[in-house]
């Protein structure tokens, strides 16, 4: 994985870690909502990355 989509998907799994926490204290569920996909997201691009990692690996 790339250095630079390491820390795209790092930082979207904390903003939404902070919008969840945000929903959570104000008791807006959109915002928790909204966070969860987000963290969602993160780990769907975590994967791809992976997956990218593992082929590059197995050619290499």
């Not at 904390?14 to 915002?31: C, H, I, P, S, Y």
């Not at 969602?40 to 690996?57: C, F, H, L, Y």
Request: net charge positive; proline share 0%; glycine share 12%.
């Amino acid at each position: 994985m790339g250095l630079a989509d390491k820390a795209k998907a790092a930082a979207k799994n904390v903003e939404g870690k902070l919008q969840e926490a945000k929903g959570n204290v104000t008791g807006d569920t959109k915002d928790q909502l909204e966070g969860k996909a987000k963290q969602g997201e993160a780990r769907v691009r975590n994967a791809g990355e992976d997956v990218k990692d593992e082929v590059k690996k197995a050619i290499d």
